[in-house]
């Protein structure tokens, strides 16, 4: 089994910034990708970005240049710094580990936090 435990949500203004941090703990695969999704109230969840444990990373097109994810793999964790914080940005992000050895993978997700970015 996996946790994921997240913090840093929070409110900002827009033009700001914010930082999110999540660990894993559990059996952790050295193949596992971890990554930021986001759910804005009536919309889907979808992709922020994703790390793989060796440094590859994958962000949607809206936040490239904004957003930075990063990965301490000594300490099964996984960041995202985010600047220059729009409006639209406000949305509940989660914390993900997709188990890519398994088919179809198997995702396991982080309780959510909170970002709300003011005008």
């Known amino acids: 089994q996996v946790q994921l435990v997240e913090s840093g949500g929070g409110l900002v203004q827009a033009g700001g910034s914010l930082s999110l941090s999540c660990a894993a703990s559990g059996s952790i695969f050295s193949s596992d990708v971890m990554g930021w999704y986001r759910q804005a109230p009536g919309k889907q969840r979808d992709l922020v970005a994703t790390?793989?444990?060796?440094?590859?990373?994958n962000y949607e097109d809206s936040v490239k240049g904004r957003f930075t994810i990063s990965r301490d793999n000594a300490k099964n964790t996984v960041y995202l710094q985010m600047n220059t914080l729009k409006p639209e940005n406000t949305a509940v992000y989660y914390c993900?580990?997709?188990?890519?050895?398994?088919?179809?993978?198997?995702?396991?997700w982080g309780q959510g936090t909170q970002v709300t970015v003011s005008s």
């Open positions: 790390i793989t444990r060796g440094g590859s990373t």
């Open positions: 993900n580990l997709r188990r890519v050895v398994w088919a179809p993978p198997r995702d396991y």
